[in-house]
Nanobody
Framework: QVQLVESGGGLVQPGGSLRLSCAASGSIYRVVAMGWYRRAPGKERELVAL?????TYADSVKGRFTVSRANAGNTVNLQMNSLKPEDTADYYC??????????????WGQGTQVTVSS
């Protein structure tokens, strides 16, 4: 059994910063890929940042957001700077995990709300 637990998020003023973290636990052999997605009210879910063999960012967050992995590769962080009201959304981490002795599956975090407002 694998579980992803997110932390961070909250309310911040425009121009402010927030840091999201997502930690995976369980029978993990290797995390193959990890990243962050978001869904704004009334919009489709979109990719924010992805770590595979490279790092990919949505155009809308380039230069403001930084994704990184830590904790022997089982944690993914998202540092969000210069936040804008249009960054308001529910943020979800996703990991593609090779289960110890098992298959590769995709797992999602529970989601955390980010609100950028004055």
């Amino acid at each position: 059994q694998v579980q992803l637990v997110e932390s961070g998020g909250g309310l911040v003023q425009p121009g402010g910063s927030l840091r999201l973290s997502c930690a995976a636990s369980g029978s993990i052999y290797r995390v193959v890929a990890m990243g962050w997605y978001r869904r704004a009210p009334g919009k489709e879910r979109e990719l924010v940042a992805l770590i595979t063999s490279t790092i990919t960012y949505a155009d809308s967050v380039k230069g403001r957001f930084t994704v990184s992995r830590a904790n022997a590769g089982n944690t993914v962080n998202l540092q969000m700077n210069s936040l804008k009201p249009e960054d308001t959304a529910d943020y979800y981490c996703k990991m593609r995990i090779w289960i110890d002795g098992g298959p590769i599956n995709d797992y999602w975090g529970q989601g955390t709300q980010v609100t950028v407002s004055s």
